[in-house]
């Protein structure tokens, strides 16, 4: 019985430490070793031409983007919102606002995971030279 309990708790102890090299590392991603955070790329009018922009911050409301700017545009203003090399899972289309899992797994990609509001999002403005985040329509 000890031996079976023993070979139990290697195979746990080795499913357990493998577990933790799933997935992508920190250390080999950019937003997370680099100053930037992640760029995206959006459209929040008719025509077919995407801006470039680094993603600053996600809320239930919409997006902080950052392009020289720093400009928040609501989910419903968004006609298209992807983050390049990252799949469906991270696009948000035609004005809908995104599921709860979208919107926490494209925050964790901004360079504000935690949100942008009150004396951090001051401070931003701040460091930005601007008054006001820019409203996009």
Do not use: H, I, K
């Amino acid at each position: 019985m000890t031996r079976v309990l023993l070979l139990a708790f290697a195979l746990l102890t080795s499913l357990t430490s493998t577990a933790c090299q799933w997935g992508q590392r920190a250390d080999r991603f950019s937003a997370a070793t680099t100053p930037a955070g992640t760029d995206v790329r959006f459209r929040n009018d008719d025509r077919d031409s995407y801006q470039r922009a680094e993603l600053y911050a996600v809320d239930s409301a919409g997006v902080y983007v950052f392009d020289g700017r720093l400009r928040y545009v609501a989910w419903t203003q968004l006609r298209a919102l992807e983050v390049p090399r990252f799949g469906e899972a991270y696009r948000s289309y035609n004005g809908l606002v995104p599921s709860a899992g979208t919107q926490r797994r494209l925050a964790l990609l901004s360079r504000f995971p935690q949100g942008l509001d009150g004396t951090l999002l001051a401070n931003v403005l701040q460091l930005l030279n601007q008054q006001t985040v820019d409203r996009s329509p």
